[in-house]
């Protein structure tokens, strides 16, 4: 059932699609370099219009004139090269050295981790300022019975 549907969809469309234009006589071919032509004037019409326009109210103009070589195809292949050069050299080095870019960057994991150095102290469970176990359950126990222990 679906592939009749399918079917008819696409005779639809191909009845819509635009169709391709091939001048087959001479006719044709004089029709379609006038247009080319008609339009090629109208634009550059458009660009004296625009020039004289700017010349009169004494502003920058738009379309300048090009002087000297245009640049080849050779050539833009080379600027291209370069520039993707320097973009992969600095994306190489910042993975070598191992850079940070952004964030906090002197921090390992992105913040300071809060540890449990002298907490032990901190709630009067001991006077040693060194990471001991009385530190990990310092917090909790001092939350618990609400007094320090001395």
Not at 26 to 41: E, F, G, P, R, V
Not at 56 to 73: A, R, V, Y
Not at 125 to 133: H, P, Q
Request: aromatic residues 8%.
């Amino acid at each position: 059932m679906a592939s009749k549907f399918f079917k008819a969809g696409a005779k639809v469309f191909e009845y819509l699609k635009p169709k391709p234009k091939v001048n087959e006589t001479k006719l044709d071919k004089a029709k379609s370099k006038l247009a080319i032509a008609k339009q090629k004037t109208k634009g550059s019409k458009a660009k004296l219009k625009q020039t004289l326009f700017e010349i009169e109210n004494k502003m920058p103009l738009t379309f300048k004139k090009k002087s000297g070589k245009s640049e080849s195809n050779k050539e833009a292949y080379k600027r291209i090269q370069k520039d993707n050069t320097k973009v992969i050299k600095g994306m190489i080095d910042k993975a070598v050295e191992n850079k940070k870019d952004g964030g906090r960057m002197g921090l390992k994991d992105g913040s300071k981790k809060s540890g449990f150095g002298a907490q032990s102290v901190k709630y009067g469970l001991d006077k040693n300022y060194g990471v001991t176990k009385a530190d990990k359950i310092a917090k909790f126990v001092s939350k618990k019975s609400k007094k320090k222990f001395i």
